[in-house]
């Protein structure tokens, strides 16, 4: 298990409202920072995206003092786990499996199509070839299931990297994660039928954090309620409003 990234990688920044409860005074946000246009650090070294915005947001309206914590995705639910966060907020999908080990709030997105992408003109076998996907995502797991050959790696860049030197035949990932990057490449290309799984995406919790997750839960709601969170999702395109 990789170690969390602090110190210099991790990016502390106050949602300007105190918070008073059980947690102390910060609620730590932990996310991947590498997976836009749901969460990247830009260029100035902070934490951007569909889900800072969001998460800000609803830091301000469940009155809660936030700080965001970068850490690497194949460790991200065990160290929530450990206490080195108190939430994910990160492009996770709420699953069964991952809900047996952590908590979850209500999805904040529709469940995104996943998507294959390849190199222009190949014809690829995706139920017999070699398909890569980040490692513990949904993604992977429909591609173990499926018959082809699953090419795991910890970052979505490497996936993307391994589709252009050959390595994988294709990749699955969130279409909302590949529309930019097959719009900047002419080499590369949907292929197939989009893949629907996953039951949206929400914040991940420890499950002794009731409280919090209730919190969280209510700020979800009324960005639903009053349509702010239609519009991030259009500004960031996401997919489907609610």
Request: net charge negative.
């Amino acid at each position: 298990m990789k170690n969390i990234l602090l110190g210099t990688a991790a990016i502390a920044l106050s949602a300007s409202m105190a918070f008073a409860g059980s947690h102390g005074d910060v609620v730590r946000m932990g996310t991947e920072g590498a997976y836009p246009p749901f969460n990247f650090i830009n260029d100035a070294g902070e934490v951007d995206g569909f889900e800072r915005e969001l998460g800000d947001e609803l830091c301000a309206r469940a009155e809660l003092t936030c700080e965001w914590v970068t850490n690497e995705w194949d460790s991200i639910i065990p160290n929530l786990v450990s206490g080195n966060y108190d939430t994910i907020i990160a492009g996770m999908s709420i699953t069964d499996e991952r809900d047996e080990v952590i908590d979850f709030t209500q999805n904040y997105t529709q469940p995104d199509p996943s998507a294959y992408l390849a190199k222009n003109g190949m014809a690829v076998d995706l139920e017999g070839g070699v398909i890569a996907a980040q490692a513990g995502t949904i993604q992977a797991s429909h591609v173990a299931a499926s018959g082809a050959t699953l090419l795991e790696f910890a970052s979505p860049e490497e996936t993307i990297a391994a589709v252009r030197d050959g390595e994988a035949d294709a990749v699955l990932a969130d279409r909302a994660f590949l529309t930019p990057i097959a719009e900047e490449d002419p080499e590369l290309e949907f292929y197939g039928d989009l893949v629907l799984i996953g039951g949206g995406v929400g914040m991940g919790l420890r499950e002794s954090d009731g409280e919090l997750r209730a919190k969280f839960d209510a700020a979800i709601q009324s960005m639903k309620d009053d349509g702010s969170l239609n519009a991030l999702i259009e500004k960031w395109e996401i997919g489907e409003t609610f």
